[in-house]
């Protein structure tokens, strides 16, 4: 009898014990130390560290975000990753996401990427741009195509219909430009870098046919090339006073501030033209796609979980927790409340009455219309950002005067990807 | 017959020790990694010996560099001891003691603001529709743009007008200090010679400032190597690689196009080569 009352009250102490133990577990945070993100500015970032308290209630750490602009965040992304691995989560887009992949400094996401979060969700030309290798590698955070977004009293102004095509585009251009009155035709993107002048020559390069590889041998160093920059760099005469040097910041600011009349950019720019807060040139502004055979430049940004950082199990399904809650349904809506266009990447808020409500169908039909011509028109290879950058400068030198051969600056650029192709 | 004493090797012993392994651990390395080819997208790497600095020679971009560093160097270098003799010298002839302080006050603010906040500043003032420095160009011309960071034949003295900036109104006091610890013998001298101002100053006082003014100029001609952070803020180089110098190439090399350390290793290792030359020579010539 007292045996059995013994073994009867071990095993209540065992089930008690137990039960106790995997309550304890299920509660058991599932960060320990703060979450650190290395990322380039972004409103939806800005906004998401308002509920810092709600992902620490969540995960049990809070988060810590370090912003550089576009070109610093990429040169010290990757030599963060390659070397001592400070950061948990890396801020990545699509020109390096095929290179931080193989090189293993990112973990194939959907891996940690909790199942309620949805990850199917997102938009999914999105969804293919943060694919590399068949494994999803990042959540984005923006994305999309190009859009044409023009002044439609400038063009009534001037008895022009906007431009449907990049004949109708390169012709008008020159004559919507008044340099006297402040107004000048478009805004292009001269600054040296793959993301930067290079994105925005892309679209030239592919509407005149222009191809990167042919297998393993360069086959950019065509008449495609030459024409696209002949093209581009006609362009740039009418393009406003400061982008010979800059990149996106330059383009959209002088379009928002009433300088340009046309402007062919990334799709967040349409929700800043018609945000009172970033634009001045609110109930002006009409939207199309990219004039044909213009190609939109397919793109994405995400946030991805660092591989040094995060050296086991444990710390990259804290990491997977913090991108699958920063880029939840819920702080999408939040984005969405706060007008944050170019923050909104979800289907299920991008098709969603509220987002019709603010945007209306002009804007929602131009989307629609230009995801049928956007394109992936970078080399997705992981030495693109080298080869892309190579460009960028020879680029840049073109736009700017400092050197005038377009066959000579192609030339140099299929002999360092006759290197880059030898070096694999 | 003396004792020996061991203080001072108790005091430079553990010094200079602190100082070899600081200064020679990077050194060895930066040596080490140039001999090799290294680069931060792959774990590999193999012994290629002279190959990098081989292909500097071949490389226009390098020898651009090496161009716009030594252009970089003789501007800002000169153009801060011509600002800061002058502005030093009328502060002493012009000046009482009173405004000669507020003065020294106003010229030392902009060297103690960092690198970077000074050339945000200076990269908006510049902006050829908003910014403050081009306002007068636009308000003569009537309106024309003038945009000096994006135009070749401008774009290094713009940004070098920023170093001298801070550097020539920092030096201007320092030079106005000197003047005043002159004893003023010589000058009345001169004065009552009949010499003229720029006679004085030409003749008897820069003359005896003449060790310290060389210092200046060799602390200012180290400061100006490291002209990094100035030039990634406002033109990052451009317009094209008109202002891409090799501190700045061989960090683009290394971490923003290509990832290739080694590469921008070697260059880091002739850069300090032929700086320690240069300097060695130019020092000795000055004592001689």
Redesign the interface.
């Known amino acids: 009898m007292n045996s059995n009352r013994l073994a009867a009250s071990l095993g209540a102490a065992f089930v008690f014990t137990a039960s106790v133990s995997t309550a304890a577990l299920a509660q058991a945070p599932v960060c320990s130390a703060p979450v650190k993100v290395l990322a380039q500015p972004r409103d939806g970032l800005t906004l998401l560290e308002d509920s810092k308290d709600e992902f620490k209630k969540l995960s049990g750490a809070s988060f810590q975000i370090d912003y550089l602009n576009e ?1 610093d965040r ?3 992304s ?2 963060d990753a ?2 001592v691995g400070n950061y948990n989560v890396y801020y990545v887009d699509e020109a390096n996401v095929a ?1 931080f992949a ?2 293993g400094w990112i973990a194939p996401l959907t891996d940690y990427y909790p199942a309620e979060y949805d990850y199917a969700d997102f938009d999914p030309g999105r969804q293919k741009v943060a694919t590399y290798d068949g494994k999803v590698w990042f959540a984005p955070l923006t994305g999309g195509g190009d859009l044409m977004v023009y002044r439609k009293d400038v063009l009534e102004a001037a008895g022009i219909q906007p431009p449907k095509t990049l004949d109708e585009l390169i012709a008008d251009v020159p004559k919507l430009t008044n ?2 009155k ?1 107004m000048y035709g478009i805004a292009l993107r ?3 870098g793959s993301g930067a002048n290079v994105w925005r020559w892309m679209p030239f390069f592919k509407a005149y046919g222009g191809k990167w590889f042919d297998g393993d041998k360069p086959a950019f160093n065509s008449d495609p090339a030459v024409k696209a920059t002949e093209a581009y760099l006609k362009l740039f005469k009418d393009s406003a ?2 982008t ?2 800059g990149s996106w910041d330059e383009s959209t600011g002088a379009f928002l501030s009433g ?1 340009v009349a046309i402007l062919v950019e990334s799709t967040p720019l349409s929700g800043m033209a018609v945000d009172p807060k970033t634009s001045q040139v609110v109930g002006k502004v009409g939207f199309l796609p990219p004039p044909a055979p213009l190609p939109g430049g397919g793109y994405g940004h995400g946030l991805a979980i660092g591989t040094k950082a995060n050296a086991d199990d444990a710390a990259k399904k804290c990491a997977g927790l913090f991108i699958a809650w920063a880029t939840s349904k819920e702080n999408e809506k939040r984005r969405l409340d706060a007008h944050q266009f170019g923050e909104l990447n979800r289907t299920s808020i991008l098709s969603s009455k509220e987002f019709a409500d603010i945007y209306g169908a002009d804007l929602g039909k131009a989307l629609a219309d230009t995801g049928k011509v956007t394109a992936v028109n970078f080399w997705q290879d ?1 030495r693109w ?2 080869l892309g ?2 460009w960028g ?1 020879i680029l ?2 073109l ?5 005038t051969d377009i066959k000579g600056g192609l030339n140099e650029l299929e002999a360092y990807a006759n290197e880059l192709v030898k070096k694999k | 017959m003396r004792r020996r004493s061991s203080l001072p090797v108790t005091f430079l012993v553990p010094t200079l020790a602190i100082l070899l392994v600081l200064s020679m651990v990077p050194t060895l390395y930066a040596i080490v990694i140039a001999l090799q080819n290294r680069e931060l997208s792959t774990t590999g790497y193999s012994w290629v010996w002279f190959s990098n600095f081989a292909d500097l020679f071949l490389d226009r971009r390098f020898l651009n560099a090496v161009w716009v560093s030594v252009k970089w160097e003789i501007v800002t270098v000169v153009a801060t001891m011509v600002v800061a003799i002058g502005l030093g010298v009328l502060m002493f002839e012009v000046a009482g003691p009173r405004l000669r302080n507020f003065y020294c006050l106003l010229f030392i603010i902009p060297v103690l603001l960092p690198r970077v906040s000074a050339a945000f500043v200076w990269k908006f003032a510049y902006h050829p529709l908003y910014g403050i420095a081009t306002y007068p160009y636009r308000l003569i011309t009537g309106g024309l743009i003038f945009d000096p960071l994006s135009k070749p034949g401008t774009a290094l003295f713009a940004v070098a007008s920023v170093d001298v900036w801070q550097w020539g109104l920092f030096f201007a006091v320092i030079v106005l200090k000197l003047l005043e610890t002159l004893p003023p013998q010589p000058i009345e001298a001169a004065r009552l010679d009949h010499a003229r101002r720029w006679q004085i100053h030409a003749y008897v006082t820069l003359p005896m400032l003449k060790a310290p003014l060389i210092s200046l100029m060799f602390v200012k001609m180290i400061e100006s190597l490291r002209s990094f952070d100035l030039i990634y803020v406002m033109t990052r180089g451009g317009p094209g690689v008109a202002t891409e110098t090799l501190d700045m190439y061989a960090f683009s090399q290394g971490f923003i196009e290509s990832g290739k350390v080694s590469y921008a290793s070697a260059m880091a290792v002739l850069m300090m080569i032929a700086t320690v030359i240069t300097f060695t020579m130019l020092w000795k010539r000055v004592q001689a």
């Open positions: 070109n990429r040169a010290k990757r030599a390659s070397t290179l193989s090189s340099a006297d402040g001269g600054a040296r006073p400061g010979q040097t300088q992981p950002p080298d950058d190579r400068i840049e030198e736009v700017t005067g400092t050197r």
